[in-house]
């Protein structure tokens, strides 16, 4: 059974930092990409970061580029998210998602999802 758990969400300030992880189980992590998605109150869920399977290509979504740094541990079945200079705008459930193909980041195509974690940046 496949098992993808979301930590480290909470409330913050504006300018703050969070570091979410990703733990997987189930499924050879090294064998998928792995992304993250976020969901706000009443919109869709959209791409924040993406990581292929070496961890040597990363993607970003246009509004977190240079503030967000996603990683992974192959060996550790782990990946990351390290948010920096938050916003009020990047609040939200954040989730972590699985692609047995590389280089799709559309949340249609994802193989399988965590239940989320979410995050809260105060103005």
């Known amino acids: 059974q496949v098992q993808l758990v979301e930590s480290g969400g909470g409330l913050v300030q504006a300018g703050g930092s969070l570091r979410l992880s990703c733990a997987a189980s189930?499924?050879?992590?090294?064998?998928?990409?792995m992304g993250w998605f976020r969901q706000a109150p009443g919109k869709e869920r959209e791409f924040v970061a993406g990581?292929?399977?070496?961890?040597?290509?990363?993607n970003y979504g246009g509004s977190v580029k240079g503030r967000f740094i996603i990683s992974r541990d192959n060996a550790k079945k782990t990946m990351l998210l390290q948010m920096n200079s938050l916003k009020p705008e990047d609040t939200g459930v954040y989730y972590c998602?699985?692609?047995?193909?590389?280089?799709?980041?559309?949340?249609?195509?994802?193989?399988?999802w965590g239940k989320g974690t979410l995050v809260t940046v105060s103005s």
């Open positions: 189930g499924l050879p992590f090294s064998g998928y990409s």
């Open positions: 990581i292929s399977r070496s961890g040597e290509s990363l």
């Open positions: 998602a699985a692609d047995h193909i590389v280089g799709r980041w559309d949340a249609n195509d994802m193989d399988y």
